[in-house]
């Protein structure tokens, strides 16, 4: 999400062409810390190959409030029962129940705010998740950060009924924590189930500007990762496992629990149920936002940071020669005389009421200016992207609910009004 302006302005930006040409040189010997992916080359335009279906140049993308005064809404969850609730969270600790028909329950569905630092505008209650199967499986995660030192800290709630109206916060199970005290900022935060019924988990960098500790790239630390679990199990001493095929599983090199690296502050990101494919909004340091998109099998893929900012080189002493950086799907400017400050990532569209229109198409804005873009994969794996119009200012999140339709949820911050929007689409 936003960051502050002293965390968002670095000087000494390089960009070298001799750079580029060397990261592109094929690694003799490939080994699993080399991402599969195609890498980088910001010189070479990408051909557009014609598609059938939706075009995101013809949409119009608009909102409809259905609920307000949620706090800092910082993420948002559909369980996948029959009770067609969404679980809303307020960054200040609390999760609320909200009904299309019946808006937002009075009571607290969880309330941890005696355990959640909020310290810094980038802590708080920052993911939500619901085990699939959730009538079964009845298991709620979340993650925030820790008082009193600000950890990262990922946590599951056994729920003895599913129906149950709040949630105990004294069942929580802590499964992970990780040290973020020097910097209130890059969190992370995202954390979802993907098809493969794995629970995914983003972390930032670990704040600060320009990754001072080079953690992104540092593969014995989860910062500025995507991790991959398996926490409906218990292996060993953890309470949770590692699944079998992560990349680094067996490595002595590297955790096991990294799936994807190279991230600054992954603050969002949502899986396409039709291919399974992640794609990640990576907020940026001072002028490129970006998103990604890995594909489901898509194992160890390296985002670049902080080597990269975007597609551009950001720390050339931070590139490695022959190692091979995934590309954004789309990325723009941000910083210096650019009014957008903050990529919001969002999803594929996936419902029925615009499926006409926008089926496919993948949402993003920006928190500054909300100005807001459709990306479209083609046929070829390329991609076209159009401005859609404007959400809302300061949209921090998104979400579906279990028909598939898309949510957008707006930040209180500076004495505003919370709102949870319904996002709609129209043709131009």
Request: glycine share 10%; aromatic share 8%.
């Amino acid at each position: 999400m936003a960051n502050s302006s002293a965390s968002r302005r670095l000087s000494g930006r390089t960009r070298m062409a001799a750079v580029l040409a060397a990261l592109i040189v094929p690694l003799a010997g490939s080994s699993t810390l080399v991402a599969q992916a195609s890498p980088i080359n910001p010189s070479t335009s990408v051909a557009v190959a014609p598609v059938a279906g939706p075009d995101p140049s013809k949409l119009t993308v608009s909102t409809t409030v259905v609920a307000s005064d949620l706090g800092r809404i910082s993420a948002m969850v559909a369980p996948d029962d029959s009770s067609k609730r969404m679980f809303v969270v307020d960054k200040s600790g609390v999760v609320r129940v909200f009904r299309p028909n019946e808006g937002v329950a009075a009571q607290a569905y969880l309330d941890i705010t005696n355990r959640v630092n909020i310290n810094g505008n980038e802590r708080g209650l920052l993911g939500i998740a619901t085990s699939p199967r959730f009538s079964e499986t009845r298991t709620l995660f979340v993650v925030y950060t820790r008082l009193p030192d600000g950890a990262l800290t990922l946590s599951r709630f056994k729920l003895a009924d599913a129906t149950q109206a709040s949630v105990p916060a004294g069942t929580e199970e802590v499964l992970i924590t990780q040290q973020h005290a020097q910097f209130s900022n890059h969190n992370g935060g995202q954390i979802a189930f993907g098809p493969d019924g794995y629970l995914y988990w983003s972390l930032g960098d670990g704040g600060g500007a320009g990754d001072p500790f080079n953690t992104a790239q540092d593969l014995t630390q989860l910062l500025g990762k995507i991790l991959r679990l398996d926490v409906m199990h218990i292996c060993g001493g953890r309470l949770y496992c590692i699944p079998p095929d992560n990349p680094f599983a067996k490595s002595r090199n590297a955790r096991p629990e990294i799936w994807a690296y190279g991230l600054r502050n992954p603050w969002r990101f949502s899986f396409d149920p039709a291919d399974g494919s992640l794609w990640i909004g990576d907020v940026g340091q001072n002028q490129t936002e970006e998103v990604d998109r890995l594909r489901s099998t898509q194992r160890a893929a390296n985002l670049g940071w902080s080597c990269m900012e975007g597609p551009d080189v950001f720390n050339s002493s931070r590139c490695i020669a022959g190692e091979k950086y995934v590309a954004p799907v789309f990325s723009y400017q941000s910083g210096g005389s650019a009014p957008e400050c903050s990529v919001t990532g969002g999803f594929v569209y996936r419902g029925k009421e615009f499926a006409d229109i926008a089926a496919g198409i993948y949402v993003a804005t920006d928190y500054c200016t909300a100005k807001t873009w459709g990306i479209q994969r083609t046929t070829n794996d390329s991609y076209r992207t159009a401005e859609i119009g404007q959400l809302p200012g300061r949209i921090t999140t998104f979400g579906v609910d279990s028909a598939g339709e898309l949510y957008a949820g707006t930040d209180a911050v500076g004495g505003g009004i919370s709102e949870l929007h319904k996002v709609e689409f129209s043709v131009r």
